[in-house]
C-alpha cells in the first residue's frame, strides 16, 4: 500500500503561478511512473501529466504543454507539478497517482491505468 498526499494548491489570479506536491508514504515510488490528474465540477477527472520512474521522460496534455511542468525527487518519495499562466478554466481538484506497473516503458494517461490516489488538492484559478 502506499499512501498520497497533495498539497500546494489554492487561489490564484488567471496568469499565476502555483506548484503542487504530491508525497508518498508507505512505500517507495522510486520505480514507479507517477501522474498528475484533475477534475473540476461536474467533469470526468482528466489527465495532465505524467513522469517515467527515472525522471528520465515526461508526458503532457497538449492544454498544458509549454505552462505545466512535472518532475519528482525519489530521494524525497515526491513528485511535483509547477503550474505557470494558469487560466481560470483549469479550476479543479488535482490529484497524483502510481503506475498499476512498477518500471513501465509507457508514460500512461488513462484513469484506470493508476492504481493509488491523493485526495487531492483544489486550485482555484480567478478571472
Known amino acids: 500500500q502506499v499512501q498520497l498526499v497533495e498539497s500546494g494548491g489554492g487561489l490564484v489570479q488567471a496568469g499565476g503561478s502555483l506548484r503542487l506536491s504530491c508525497a508518498a508514504s508507505?512505500?517507495?515510488?522510486?520505480?514507479?511512473?507517477m501522474g498528475w490528474f484533475r477534475q473540476a465540477p461536474g467533469k470526468e477527472r482528466e489527465f495532465v501529466a505524467a513522469i517515467k520512474w527515472s525522471g528520465s521522460s515526461t508526458y503532457y496534455a497538449d492544454s498544458v504543454k509549454g505552462r505545466f511542468t512535472i518532475s519528482r525527487d525519489n530521494a524525497k518519495n515526491t513528485i511535483y507539478l509547477q503550474m505557470n499562466n494558469l487560466k481560470s478554466e483549469e479550476t479543479a481538484v488535482y490529484y497524483c497517482?502510481?503506475?498499476?506497473?512498477?518500471?513501465?516503458?509507457?508514460?500512461?494517461?488513462?484513469?484506470?491505468?493508476?492504481?493509488?490516489w491523493g485526495q487531492g488538492t483544489q486550485v482555484t484559478v480567478s478571472s
Open positions: 497517482a502510481v503506475d498499476r506497473n512498477p518500471a513501465s516503458s509507457w508514460l500512461r494517461t488513462r484513469v484506470y491505468e493508476y492504481e493509488y
Open positions: 508507505g512505500r517507495t515510488i522510486s520505480n514507479y511512473n
